[in-house]
């Protein structure tokens, strides 16, 4: 049984090492959309090396994992970040700006990277534990590409088992250096939707000799409006939004087909299965009203992120210790955002957390004119959280694996 490193320790020496903003500036400066991470895998690849850690690559695609062992015991934890970046215009000027036109590091996957790379430096130098630890450097969060899935599908936890897993995202609504988080359901889930309506076409003139999709598609439209604010407890948060609506070319002309898409957001996984329900049942149902094929192809993309209770209080414990009660929000507001690490805690239980980056006032000169929120075209990772969120895998490395 080992005993974890004061923080202050921790902080210090990932603060005087300037390596981690060099490898997370060049990683900015090279941003890679999913599944196409093939430098920064590599990178991530050879810093782990060099630190000794045994490195396997190619899981689930790009996807990196570094294992290191030590001492007798037999517990095992997975610390998780995401390499992908966006495909978007970067608008900053700064020295580490995107040299590729088209990709961005808008969500800050670079910081994670870098932060989960500076954990494992520290716990192959200084720390010492017992057990084992897998860093999980996963291609494609972004976009529904689900690199998480990728991984899993590719036998990450039985090559790699994992008692619990942990990851963290930052959050420009959050003070620099903050962390929030939540037991239970957390981030909601993603999902899309077609509905394909088949009629007859006709003369425009002529519509009693047609089987008017348009109108079918119309009252489907507005029929949906009814499943969340009629079907759903008015308590928990869902949307359900149509976004396209497709059918016809002509003035004259009654089409054959129309379409709708459009997505589905909740927070529990029965809302979800209810709303699926109550869309089937609307489509069917004005599909034999207007004698039109009336089809539903809904598609569940990220699962509800829902956090570990047991995980998410030892994490609370974890990160009380790295930064102290006053920068630990414990029971922040549910996101209606998505994310697939919800995958790799449907398989392992877990923890997912926010760390603060604050308001943007951190930005070199160069940026773009814009605020420094997730996606947005002058984002950029505020480099001054790399120690708090690296000394949190530390710890929570270190005291996980001391449990009996
Ligand atoms: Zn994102
Ligand atoms: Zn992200």
Redesign the pocket.
């Known amino acids: 049984m080992t005993t974890s490193t004061p923080t202050s320790a921790i902080l210090g020496a990932i603060a005087a090492d300037p390596r981690f903003v060099e490898i997370r500036r060049d990683i900015h400066a090279h941003p890679e959309i999913a599944f196409e991470e093939h430098r920064t895998a590599a990178r991530v690849a050879e810093e782990l090396r060099a630190w000794g850690w045994t490195v396997t690559t190619g899981i689930g695609g790009t996807g990196v994992v570094g294992t290191l062992s030590k001492g007798a015991g037999t517990r095992s934890i997975g610390l998780r970040a995401d390499m992908d970046a ?1 495909a978007m215009d970067e608008v900053n000027t700064f020295a580490h700006r995107s040299r590729h036109a088209g990709r961005m590091h808008a ?1 800050g996957h670079d910081g994670h990277t870098a932060i989960l790379l500076a954990a494992a430096w520290y716990l192959s130098h200084h720390a010492e534990f017992d057990g084992t630890i897998h860093c999980i450097f996963q291609p494609a ?2 976009g529904g590409q689900a690199g998480a899935r990728a991984m899993i599908e590719d036998g990450l936890f039985t090559r790699f088992p994992c008692d619990a897993v942990f990851g963290l995202h930052n959050w420009p609504d959050l003070p620099a250096g903050e962390f929030g988080v939540r037991a239970g359901p957390f981030m909601g889930s993603s999902n899309r939707f077609r509905i394909d309506v088949t009629g007859k076409g006709a003369h425009a003139s002529q519509p009693e000799l047609s089987i008017d999709p348009l109108v079918c598609a119309s009252h489907i439209l507005l029929a949906l409006q009814s499943v969340i604010s009629r079907n759903r407890e008015p308590q928990d948060a869902a949307v359900l939004s149509v976004t396209q609506i497709h059918g016809g070319a002509a003035v004259n002309v009654i089409p054959e087909q129309a379409w709708l898409g459009g997505t589905v957001r909740t927070h529990e996984a029965g809302t979800l299965d209810m709303i699926e329900r109550r869309m089937n049942e609307i489509v069917a149902g004005a599909g034999a009203t207007f004698g039109c094929e009336a089809t539903l192809t809904f598609e569940r993309c990220y699962p509800c992120l829902v956090n570990d209770p047991g995980q998410t209080a030892f994490a609370l414990d974890v990160l009380r210790d790295t930064v102290g009660e006053a920068r630990v929000h414990g029971n922040i507001a549910r996101l209606m955002g998505s994310e697939d690490f919800s995958f790799m805690l449907e398989a392992r239980p877990g923890c997912y957390v926010m760390l603060g980056i604050g308001d943007g006032t951190h930005r070199a000169s160069g940026h773009g004119a814009g605020p420094c929120l ?2 947005n075209p002058s984002y950029d990772f505020n480099d001054a959280v790399i120690p708090d969120g690296a000394a949190y895998f530390v710890q929570l490395a270190q005291r996980f694996l001391a449990q009996p």
Do not use: A, I, S
């Open positions: 966006l969500c969060e972004e997730l996606h």
